[in-house]
Nanobody, 125 residues
Framework: QVQLVESGGGLVQPGGSLRLSCAASGFTLDNYAIGWFRQAPGKEREGVGVFRSDDSRTYYVDSVKGRFTASRDDAKNMMYLQMNDLKPEDTAVYYC??????????????????WGQGTQVTVSS
């Protein structure tokens, strides 16, 4: 059974940090396109950081460049999102996702078939 489970969300003050984790089971991450997405109330789901290809380098949406870092541990079948200098506009439900390998590097949520349940990140003073 394919499953993705996120953890690590919460409430943080502006300028703070959080680290999200995503545990995959039922498949191996290195055979899929994988990435992190977020969805704020009333907004479309957007790609935040997506892994480019086998070299695991990552594309980031402009709004998080220099603040967010996505990483992966293929041995543990895990991926992570380190979020620093968080801003109120980063408030959203964050998801990890996986899809067919041909979509590696895609920011489009429709290219991803498997989703975690989401974890809420709230940035507020």
């Amino acid at each position: 059974q394919v499953q993705l489970v996120e953890s690590g969300g919460g409430l943080v003050q502006p300028g703070g940090s959080l680290r999200l984790s995503c545990a995959a089971s039922g498949f191996t991450l290195d055979n899929y396109a994988i990435g992190w997405f977020r969805q704020a109330p009333g907004k479309e789901r957007e790609g935040v950081g997506v892994f480019r290809s086998d070299d695991s380098r990552t594309y980031y949406v402009d709004s998080v460049k220099g603040r967010f870092t996505a990483s992966r541990d293929d041995a543990k079948n895990m991926m992570y999102l380190q979020m620093n200098d968080l801003k109120p506009e980063d408030t959203a439900v964050y998801y990890c996702a996986a899809g067919p390998k041909r979509y590696r590097g895609s920011y489009y949520f429709g290219h991803y078939d498997y989703w975690g349940q989401g974890t809420q990140v709230t940035v507020s003073s």
